[in-house]
């Protein structure tokens, strides 16, 4: 009988969801001691707080090759936190940085994307992705931020909030630049309803540090950040700052002697790829929420495999997308290899989450680094397998609220 009501408690979704919610929050207090008590890896968090005084102060901001090398709206973000005591402000930080994380993941869920999900698996899929964002949030990096913003987006456009999906796309450009992706591929399904949003408010939040700055400080820092990102030639740092992406594969593991020009040309290539299956999949008739898994899926591997700008940290940007797809291969009853494919990819990114890769680099060892690019890779051939593949879909239209499909978002519906 205590067997049976053990199992009984394991399988209530109440279950999961508080022990979820108690892991984050431990989780969360372990960090934020650790930071009082001097206990800590922070630096780019560190860096941003340096930022935001700067910026206060009328001083440069991109004196640090590797430091502070956002936009400058960015410092503007930071000065205030620059005014108060560092464990007040990382403490915000860190709770800003996993609101927008787990509202971003909840939002998600909330809609029609994953319609074979019941309650009980948001508490999983929430601890399963606590250990791939410990060390993002122990340095303080952006990413759980531009993760979940990104999430909010594909959710808003989902319910045609389209000034909300432009802002929540926009901020993180501000923070990242390459999650501008997002933005295009959204205008790529959506462009009369979309495009000029975005616009706007990319100019909008650009002109914004001029309201904070004397205007020829803000135009100089503008300059600088412009200059300092287009001379940054990531392709060409040595092995222990190289990026962890498809060029690291094909340049250091696979010893091809391809030209940089052409690794752009790959870059460029796949991302018009992308736009270009959201358009095949207009064309197809596919279902709002099909079209929009696909986008969220592929640009997630797209930002980490083919960014401008991918280290270790960076790689939570795929975690939500893996997790997703590592519970709904289960729970889709989806053939072995398949599950297969899915299971590595996670193994490895979690192995290289959870133990301290920077000691594990000390050994030199290329396969150590190479182990979370292949994983996206991996994920990549299970994405295209599960998404493009009829016999794998999901979506029933029992499940789908009535909202236009996508050839609809520009049709003669009108502008909304």
Same mark, same amino acid.
């Given at each position: 009988m205590l067997a049976s009501r053990s199992t009984a408690i394991l399988k209530h979704p109440t279950f999961w969801t508080v022990t979820a919610w108690v892991s984050w929050a431990v989780a969360l207090l372990v960090l934020v001691v650790r930071y009082c008590a001097g206990f800590h890896r922070a630096y780019a968090f560190n860096d941003y707080i340096l930022a935001g005084s700067h910026w206060t102060n009328g001083e440069y901001l991109y004196a640090n090759w590797r430091g502070f090398v956002y936009s400058p709206l960015t410092a503007v973000f930071f000065a205030p936190l620059a005014y108060l005591p560092q464990g007040v402000a990382y403490t915000l930080w860190l709770v800003l940085s996993t609101s927008a994380l787990l509202g971003g993941l909840a939002t998600l869920l909330k809609t029609t994307f994953f319609p074979v999900f019941s309650r009980a698996y948001s508490g999983v899929i929430y601890l399963l992705l606590l250990p791939f964002t410990l060390g993002n949030l122990d340095v303080g990096q952006a990413n759980a931020l531009v993760i979940g913003l990104l999430m909010f987006a594909?959710?808003?456009?989902?319910t045609e909030?389209?000034?909300?999906?432009?802002?929540?796309? @926009?901020?993180? &450009?501000y923070f990242k630049i390459y999650p501008l992706a997002v933005g295009i591929l959204i205008c790529a399904i959506a462009p009369r309803r979309f495009a000029w949003r975005l616009l706007i408010t990319l100019l909008l939040l650009g002109v914004a540090p001029f309201l904070f700055q004397h205007w020829s400080y803000v135009s100089d820092q503008y300059h600088a950040w412009v200059t300092t990102r287009t001379s940054d030639d990531r392709l060409n740092y040595p092995i222990n700052y190289a990026p962890l992406d498809l060029w690291f594969l094909i340049h250091c593991i696979g010893h091809l002697p391809i030209p940089c020009w052409v690794y752009?040309?790959?870059?460029?290539?796949?991302?018009?790829?992308?736009a270009l299956l959201c358009r095949w999949g207009k064309w197809r008739h596919w279902?709002?929420?099909? @079209?929009?898994? &696909?986008?969220?899926?592929? @640009? =997630?591997?797209?930002?980490?495999?083919c960014g401008p700008a991918t280290e270790s940290h960076t790689y939570l940007l795929l975690a939500p997308a893996l997790v997703l797809g590592l519970v709904l291969s289960f729970n889709a009853r989806y053939p072995f290899w398949a599950r297969a494919l899915v299971c590595t990819a996670f193994v490895l990114q979690f192995v290289n989450h959870n133990t301290r890769t920077s000691y594990l680099f000390h050994f030199k060892q290329l396969w150590i680094f190479s182990a979370q690019p292949i994983s996206a890779l991996l994920f990549l051939g299970y994405c295209l397998c599960w998404l493009i593949t009829d016999s794998f879909r999901?979506? =029933?239209?029992?499940?789908?609220? %009535?909202? %236009?499909? %996508?050839e609809q978002w520009d049709g003669s519906t009108g502008e909304q």
């Amino acid at each position: 009988m205590l067997a049976s009501r053990s199992t009984a408690i394991l399988k209530h979704p109440t279950f999961w969801t508080v022990t979820a919610w108690v892991s984050w929050a431990v989780a969360l207090l372990v960090l934020v001691v650790r930071y009082c008590a001097g206990f800590h890896r922070a630096y780019a968090f560190n860096d941003y707080i340096l930022a935001g005084s700067h910026w206060t102060n009328g001083e440069y901001l991109y004196a640090n090759w590797r430091g502070f090398v956002y936009s400058p709206l960015t410092a503007v973000f930071f000065a205030p936190l620059a005014y108060l005591p560092q464990g007040v402000a990382y403490t915000l930080w860190l709770v800003l940085s996993t609101s927008a994380l787990l509202g971003g993941l909840a939002t998600l869920l909330k809609t029609t994307f994953f319609p074979v999900f019941s309650r009980a698996y948001s508490g999983v899929i929430y601890l399963l992705l606590l250990p791939f964002t410990l060390g993002n949030l122990d340095v303080g990096q952006a990413n759980a931020l531009v993760i979940g913003l990104l999430m909010f987006a594909i959710a808003a456009v989902h319910t045609e909030r389209w000034n909300l999906a432009a802002l929540c796309v @926009v901020i993180p &450009t501000y923070f990242k630049i390459y999650p501008l992706a997002v933005g295009i591929l959204i205008c790529a399904i959506a462009p009369r309803r979309f495009a000029w949003r975005l616009l706007i408010t990319l100019l909008l939040l650009g002109v914004a540090p001029f309201l904070f700055q004397h205007w020829s400080y803000v135009s100089d820092q503008y300059h600088a950040w412009v200059t300092t990102r287009t001379s940054d030639d990531r392709l060409n740092y040595p092995i222990n700052y190289a990026p962890l992406d498809l060029w690291f594969l094909i340049h250091c593991i696979g010893h091809l002697p391809i030209p940089c020009w052409v690794y752009t040309l790959i870059q460029v290539g796949t991302g018009a790829g992308l736009a270009l299956l959201c358009r095949w999949g207009k064309w197809r008739h596919w279902e709002t929420e099909r @079209v929009l898994t &696909t986008l969220f899926f592929l @640009v =997630s591997v797209w930002m980490v495999l083919c960014g401008p700008a991918t280290e270790s940290h960076t790689y939570l940007l795929l975690a939500p997308a893996l997790v997703l797809g590592l519970v709904l291969s289960f729970n889709a009853r989806y053939p072995f290899w398949a599950r297969a494919l899915v299971c590595t990819a996670f193994v490895l990114q979690f192995v290289n989450h959870n133990t301290r890769t920077s000691y594990l680099f000390h050994f030199k060892q290329l396969w150590i680094f190479s182990a979370q690019p292949i994983s996206a890779l991996l994920f990549l051939g299970y994405c295209l397998c599960w998404l493009i593949t009829d016999s794998f879909r999901i979506y =029933s239209p029992r499940f789908l609220f %009535p909202h %236009p499909t %996508p050839e609809q978002w520009d049709g003669s519906t009108g502008e909304q």
